[in-house]
């Protein structure tokens, strides 16, 4: 297992990480076809794929998640971080990649973004490589 460390920098904020775990895929070397498993282990965060060419997107995602989502809404947690809670709910903490001929099997728009909920923190993103 690896582990790819992100910094965020705002409360709620995707930070492209594509290039980053490609590199551990790549220097990984052994992996010509098999599985890349990415799990967050945080309760205020998340990992999505989505569109990386248009960053409107990410903004437009994290717009509707505030809009949905409102950060005081009479929850009962007494932390007060109770909205990051609900996000990485919905976004979820893992995501499965198939790895093809050493590269993440991705579209042509599609990147893979750290989502984080409750910053500016110090995070972690694990990184599970398989051989099929
Ligand atoms: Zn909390």
Not at 17 to 34: F, K, M, P, R
Not at 43 to 60: L, R, Y
Not at 98 to 126: S, Y
Request: proline share 3%.
């Amino acid at each position: 297992m690896k582990i790819l460390n992100v910094k965020s920098r705002s409360r709620d904020e995707f930070i492209a990480i594509t290039e980053e775990i490609q590199q551990v895929v790549s220097s990984a070397g052994v992996i010509e076809n098999g599985y890349c498993i990415l799990f967050v282990p945080h309760t205020t965060a998340g990992i999505t794929i989505n569109e990386s060419a248009d960053p409107s997107v990410k903004s437009d995602i994290l717009m509707m998640l505030n809009a949905l989502i409102p950060r005081e809404a009479g929850y009962r947690h007494l932390e007060g971080n109770s909205a990051a809670h609900v996000k990485s709910t919905l976004i979820g903490v893992s995501q499965l990649v198939a790895i093809v001929h050493n590269r993440l099997e991705l579209g042509t728009w599609q990147g893979i973004f750290f989502c984080e909920f409750d910053g500016p923190r110090n995070r972690k993103v694990h990184i599970h490589l398989f051989d099929s």
